[in-house]
């Protein structure tokens, strides 16, 4: 359970930290447990909500890489295949640490030629090949009434075959918010809304010693002391790297990826299409999601942008590949919600090799530590190599920056918030005793975890709060209650926009939402 002013009374209590992570995105929220279960004082900050830019924006997809794959076949590059095998053995580890947060999913990809068909089943074949052990179901070639039979919606004329194979699916935002309960709950200290401003530093080396930083919700100014310093801001990564030491040269840009989503009727069953590559070279996945159809992504070069809106011409793009493989037309009308979100992407090389001491790790990520202050900045990465990225920084911070021998990591099974002694099918429990709808409370098992039951709780004395906040969702009022008690949500869009996810289901559900949600946050 997670209460700000709690936290905001312990960081006064406590005059020096060995840890101060700036960025409450996936991999800040994972260095906080890393470095929590190492044993090391830690506190986490973000400007606005826990994993409120990029890792609340992404397809919702936990894979290997199957596009990194055909480039270490293509290029014979061995770095890209091993990253495939990273990310595969991460897969494993994601969906076993977080079981109400995750779940594996079949994806088919189909083929308009017998020589297409042979190629993607080569492909995957080797995919499964490379996962070994971790490998969730093996793949399969399909004929085209199988294909059919799995997926009835799919455009018929041309379809010669398919391929289906499985990756993994993770609800992003909550699963970042589990990492950063469950390094709470081991004793780190966590806040948002929290703004970096100024970094004191000595005036001799000019190490960094202390943050200034502002809390933005009751407008008064932070003093963090720590012995080491980690910038995990993502996209925002070069801005801190110049707070530290302005000498520094950029390393960022950023990529836009644009996703709509879709009524379920789209796409009824449970699997996934991949569209392995369109006409400019992308991939773009249609995927169930949350009785929803979510569709992306795009990929092209953008500006680095606080708020970055879906574009007109996305949607269009993107709906032009739904209908070229779905029989039921889609328009722009249909769209329920729709979402962008930046990728931090590395430039390869440092401008200066004298402003960095820069260790690359592996080719998606990369730990530098600038030699003059001091600052650990964690670059590049994805979703599912984020236990790995946090791994990386912490084991470079005890060795070169805390000068202390690196202690395991045990993050690989550290069962995450509301995964212990989780059992789906307890949600018949829930209908026993709470009197609730199935649906309600085996969206409540999927979103809580062993932990749905202290929502229906609140309902004991407020028999209302069972109620559904909106129709047609299964979002019921004490989930609204629950995330401002106990789960650090502030604001209107904390709730909406990721503690439920509302918002990016369904806009005008949401809007039908707010006042009650309104009501509850000024109430608190």
């Known amino acids: 359970m997670m209460n700000r002013n709690e936290q905001l009374r312990k960081l006064h209590d406590t005059p020096q930290f060995d840890i101060c992570i700036i960025g409450g995105g996936a991999t800040g929220a994972g260095i906080a447990l890393d470095a929590t279960l190492r044993g090391l004082k830690v506190i986490i900050i973000d400007k606005y909500d826990f994993a409120a830019q990029t890792s609340s924006k992404s397809t919702k997809l936990i894979h290997g890489g199957v596009r990194y794959l055909e480039q270490a076949v293509k290029k014979l590059d061995w770095e890209q295949y091993k990253m495939v095998r990273k990310a595969l053995k991460e897969r494993e580890i994601l969906l076993k640490n977080a079981p109400h947060l995750s779940r594996p999913l079949a994806l088919l990809t189909p083929c308009f030629s017998f020589i297409e068909s042979i190629y993607y089943t080569i492909g995957l074949k080797m995919y499964e090949w490379i996962a070994g052990s971790q490998n969730i179901a093996k793949s399969e070639r399909l004929s085209k009434q199988e294909a059919l039979e799995l997926i009835p919606e799919l455009k018929k004329k041309h379809l010669n075959s398919a391929v289906l194979y499985y990756d993994g699916q993770l609800d992003d935002a909550r699963y970042c918010l589990a990492l950063i309960q469950t390094a709470v709950d081991k004793g780190a200290l966590a806040l948002n809304y929290t703004q970096a401003l100024k970094f004191s530093k000595n005036e001799d080396t000019g190490r960094l010693k202390s943050l200034w930083a502002k809390d933005l919700l009751n407008n008064t100014e932070l003093h963090i002391s720590a012995k080491a310093f980690i910038n995990a801001t993502g996209p925002f990564a070069d801005h801190l790297r110049k707070l530290a030491n302005p000498k520094l040269k950029s390393r960022i840009k950023v990529s836009r990826g644009a996703h709509i989503v879709l009524p379920k009727t789209f796409l009824q069953g449970e699997t996934a299409i991949l569209v392995p590559k369109t006409d400019d070279g992308r991939v773009i996945f249609m995927i169930p999601w949350q009785d929803q159809l979510l569709v992306g992504t795009t990929d092209e070069e953008d500006n680095l942008s606080e708020v970055p809106k879906l574009e007109q011409h996305e949607k269009g793009y993107l709906i032009d590949y739904v209908n070229r493989y779905l029989e039921k037309p889609v328009s722009e009308a249909d769209i329920t919600s729709g979402f962008a979100g930046l990728r931090p992407l ?55 920056v805390l000068k202390q021998a690196v202690s395991a990591c045990t993050t690989d099974h550290q069962l995450l918030y509301g995964a212990e002694n989780y059992q789906f099918d307890d949600w018949k429990k829930l209908v026993a005793k709470y009197t609730i709808p199935d649906y309600v409370a085996q969206h409540l098992m999927k979103k809580y975890g062993s932990y749905a039951s202290k929502v229906l709780e609140l309902t004991i004395d407020d028999s209302s709060l069972k109620s559904l906040l909106v129709a047609e969702h299964p979002f019921i009022k004490a989930e609204v209650v629950y995330a401002v008690k106990y789960e650090m949500a502030c604001t209107a869009d904390d709730i909406l926009e990721r503690r439920l996810g509302l918002k990016l289901r369904d806009e005008k559900a949401a809007l039908k939402a707010l006042s009650f949600v309104e009501e509850v946050l000024q109430n608190a």
């Open 346 to 400: 590395l430039e390869a090389q440092l401008h200066s090799a004298l402003d960095s001491d820069t260790k690359s790790l592996v080719r998606d990520h990369e730990v530098e530590i600038d030699k003059r202050s001091k600052l650990v900045s964690i670059m590049g990465g994805k979703w599912t190599t984020y236990r790995l990225m946090a791994k990386d920084t912490v084991d470079m911070v005890q060795e070169n």
